[in-house]
């Protein structure tokens, strides 16, 4: 194979998704046409509204949410952030609780906000995972107390694509009065999502992680909910994120929702026969062990996280990538530093067991064709590089 026709094969979208062109269109259309200032009240920014109201309704209708509870926000980081600093301040102020529910698997965006309210004089439990990878009934019943006010477990998970149980974890708080928030950026667009069905208080959604524009996402929060805002301004979005919309933005992402409306059904499935392919190839190539990281069971059907022992992750990513192959070691917020994936180390692996782990994840952008030429690399590397030791 000459270097000018490489192939580029993508299997990281976890880590980011490339723009969908039909959303590339829609973000250009709001750029030109839709400039103007949603809370105008002459026709130039009635015309915005509308574009504002659509993409509400389209963030909305994908988790049966009223579009009067969809927040947008700056990402799906900002949405963590608010979601759980949000409500524990309020209930501090009204003297309902300060203590938070939170899993040690989080996405640093719930870790960080939860390592900042204890900081900050609330208690915070973050509860262990068993080795398969998800949050069990019982672990979370026997960490509730009755200073309890929130509880916040991830959905997907980012990096091993464990799918928690969230509405059987969410009816327990709420026989106990306590609120329940789920990261859903790695579930939303791809695993169908009820609010009303699963009774949830709180979503965090993101855009880039569903083939729209980076810099946007949105918290549903339910009506009703006790929340404090953590900006001050114009009022927008109801007071609770206030600042002039991101129009293009937020126009790309409702965008992107309508896509996953229509493709959700039919995207999974799709995925998990890739996926199952390209692991059933590498297991038929590779000499000695590859071990999958969590539970196939229960599993986005995207994502494969595998363990080669005896083989550095990063230099098979390294390999891979002149091959052009993108995958990722850990989490892409990880990288570039040495540290073992905090993911990993949650389901009781060592260091050298996170090291030699790299996980894949698959999108739009695959075919068959490709899945079966990074399994032939993925072998002749892992192979190689094995061979070396002895
Ligand atoms: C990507 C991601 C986030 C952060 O979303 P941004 O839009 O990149 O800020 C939060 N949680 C999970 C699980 C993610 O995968």
Redesign the pocket.
Known sequence: MTRKNKPFVYLDH?ATTPVDPRVADAVHQAMIKGWGNPSSKYSKGSDAKLLLDKARQEVAGLINADPQEIFFTS????A?NLAVIGVMEQARKDGRGTHLITTSFE?S??LKAADHLEENGFTVTRLALNADGFITPDVLKAAITSDTVLVSI?HV??EIGTIQPIRELAAICHESGILFHT?A??SYGKVPIDVKMMNLDMV?M????IYGP?GV?ALYVKSGVPFASRQFGGGQESGVRTGTENMPGIVGFGAASAICAEEISSENQKMSILRNKLLTLIREGVDGEVLVNGSLENRLGANLNLRFPDVEGESLMLALDLDGIACSTGSACSSGSTKPSHVLSSIGLSGPDAHSSLRFTLGRTNDEKQIRYAAERIIHHVNKLRAMLF
């Open positions: 976890s990402g799906g980081t900002e963590d996405h965006a719930i991830m998970n980012n990261d950026v790695q965090s993101s855009s880039h992680k980076k996402g």
